[in-house]
């Protein structure tokens, strides 16, 4: 599992800069601070070779001349501009590509890749991608394969563009402030997305059926909470979530215009044959951590569950009849409705002919994964997770407002709430608006959730040391590791990387040597650190590669 | 954890506070009134002190 989080980007007293040369200098900045002293090498680029965005998980391929330009991000010559309100894409059928399995050697280009500054990319030493995505820096976190790991790694970017910040602003004229949310107030939406890694023999239209009633709810313990009703808050008031009001669609691929529920990009960054990749966009930028780890906890337990359907069954535990009484009537607009429901009491049509709450919703889902974890065998870190969700659910129940240390939006909402009432505001003073955005400022000392974490005023699950940690060094348990680890030991050799592969580029040898990485379970410190602690070289790691295979 | 990734399911290293607590218990509404109220000070020192400008001129391009 991993995030990526496209950040707000402002320069203070410079109104007309450009986002997408600020979001580039944010990168090359972060690139410049984490190379220091080392000689000028190219920095390695980004592979797009195993990138399909308009691979559709229902089985077709958007045709390329038919898709919206915004969903092109796999070309760096053509950097892919943002997304409109509203437009129409077309679909048209196509075979899927093939994931190579073997380590290849490639064609040494005769000329350097033009290097464009739209495309700015910086593939970090803890496996992380920091690059431009549109008009926004976004910081892809490395692959983990645990909540707690979501959140370390998560809360390292913020001190990766924290980092960045700090280092612009100490030239003048050059000051940027990055925020960690999902929109301005003026009708634009950047997003937070989530991926799971997803077996394949999950049929995908099972997986959004069964998926979605979740999805819709689950904002009652992740929304971060936001000032403004509707795409341009126009309308005053508070709802819980940041993104709500930007889904518009059950089901589809793209993710710049009719955002959807349940996302289709079949893209796996992996081996297709075994996996697929649940790409979701509805999400909000969390800053307190138990959201965070919430969030990708309660939804891996979820895809869990749809994974073993049949295995459920076999013990008694009719998981699929009791998600499919959960479906929604009509899913989009109850996205809005939960969002908008701060006493958590609305009823939800379901497809059933009855109605439930988003709580009681979310509690079926628990009492299910349960169930499930205790007829097919649970661990540790899976009964964290529902003893965490179940808490909060209860505590939502009984009294929202007793959250404020683990659910953002009520975090959020407290603040505000006794600021309207200490001096008399209505929901439209810009005030209160602008403590929302305030709230995810990146910098300890002016953004608002920092304030609250050094008055202790809400939980951790990380500690600084780990987070530190988290910014230079890599997962240990993922394939991450390996990216991170040969960007560490070896970057002046590396050409190219991606998700899923390596590409190095080794003095005198006649071709570049790729290194295919389609298992993300693979590459971990477990399975290769002894290779890499013997490899004084990327010469000598691709030797002790090839007596690998 | 029992997610798509089934690897991880001894993980010795954590700290005890890694794993869920039972939460403290909620203050009573008046000691909750005081800690924000506190807060509430706290974030009046840096909140921006041209809130309207600072939100109009918060201006986003659309991106995923």
Redesign the interface.
Known sequence: MGIETEYGVLSPGRPMANPMLMSSQVVTTYRALVQDGRPGHPPARWDYDDEDPLADARGFHLDRAAAHPSLLTDDPSQPAPSGPASAQVGAAPTGAAEVPATPESLERPETEDYDDPSAANCILTNGARLYVDHAHPEYSSPEVTNPRDAVVWDVAGERVMLAASRHLAQVPGTEIVLYKNNVDGKGASYGTHENYLVDRDLPFATLAELVTAFLVTRQVFTGSGRVGLGQTGDEPGFQLSQRADYIEAEIGLETTLRRPIVNTRDEPHADRTRWRRLHLILGDANHLEVATYLKLGTTSLVLWVLEHLDDLAAVGVPARAELSRLRLADPVPAVRRVSRDLDLTAELDLADGTTATALEIQRRCVDLVERALAALGSDEESDAVVTRWRGVLDRLGADPMSCARDVEWVAKLRLLERLRTRDGLDWDHPRLGALDLQWSDVRPERGIYHRLLSSDAVDRITTEEDVARAVHHPPTDTRAWFRGEVMERYADEVSAASWDSVIFDVAGAASLQRVPMPDPLRGTAQHIGRLLDASPDATALLTGLRGDA | ?????R?????DD??PD???E???P?PQAAD??A??????E??DE???SN??S???????????
Not at chain 2, 1 to 5: D, F, V
Not at chain 2, 7 to 11: F, G, R
């Open positions: 954890m029992a997610g798509q990734e690897i991880n399911p001894q993980n954590r700290t890694d794993d869920a039972a939460p403290a909620a909750r009134d800690e924000v109220d506190s807060l509430l706290e974030i840096v909140l921006e809130a309207e600072f939100v109009r001129g918060f201006v986003q391009k659309g991106g995923q």
